[in-house]
C-alpha cells in the first residue's frame, strides 16, 4: 500500500514522504490515527504542500541548529501549571506548554512535534525534555514545573 506521511513515524520517513508499506499496517494504524494518506495521483500537490509546510517550520540549517541548541541548553525553562496537594498535577505538562515556555524564555519559536518527552511529566519539580532541532542536532532543554 502506497501511503503520503503527514507526520514523521519513526523508521519510516517524515511529512510528504510517499512510503510503501504494507497493508495492515496502513489501513489499521497509520491512516486512522491520522499519520498517513492514501497516495493518489492528485495527492501530489498534497506531497508539495506538506514539504512546504515542513520547510517553513523547519530550522534552516544545522549551524542555526546548533545555535538554537545553544541557547535552549543555556537557561532553564520553568512551566506554571495547576498542582494539588502533593505536588501532583491536574493532568501531564503538553508539548504544546513546553513550547510556549521555551518560546518565551529563549525567544526561538520551537514546534511541539519536535519535542520529545519520554516519559509523561505529572509532578512538579526539575525534568528534562529532548528537541530534535534537526536531523543531526538534538538539544536536552532543563525544565522546571511549578506550582500557578
Known amino acids: 500500500m502506497k501511503l503520503i506521511l ?4 519513526d523508521g519510516l520517513g517524515a511529512p510528504g514522504d510517499v512510503v510503501e508499506v504494507k497493508d495492515g499496517y496502513g489501513r489499521n494504524y497509520l491512516v486512522p490515527r491520522g499519520l498517513g494518506i492514501r497516495w493518489s495521483r492528485g ?3 498534497t506531497v508539495e504542500s506538506i514539504k512546504a509546510a515542513r520547510t517553513a517550520r523547519a530550522v534552516r540549517d544545522e549551524d542555526h541548529a546548533k545555535d538554537v541548541k545553544a541557547k535552549l541548553e543555556a537557561n532553564a525553562v520553568m512551566v506554571k501549571v495547576r498542582a494539588g496537594e502533593g505536588g501532583r498535577l491536574f493532568g501531564a505538562v503538553t508539548t504544546t506548554e513546553i513550547a510556549d515556555a521555551i518560546a518565551a524564555v529563549s525567544g526561538e519559536k520551537v514546534d511541539r512535534r519536535t519535542i520529545v518527552v519520554v ?3 505529572k509532578s512538579l519539580g526539575a525534568h528534562e525534555v529532548s528537541v530534535k532541532l534537526h536531523d ?3 538539544a536536552t532543554v532543563a525544565l522546571n514545573v511549578v506550582p500557578a
Open 6 to 9: 503527514t507526520q514523521e513515524v
Open 43 to 45: 495527492g501530489e500537490k
Open 119 to 121: 516519559n509523561p511529566i
Open 136 to 138: 543531526e542536532v538534538s
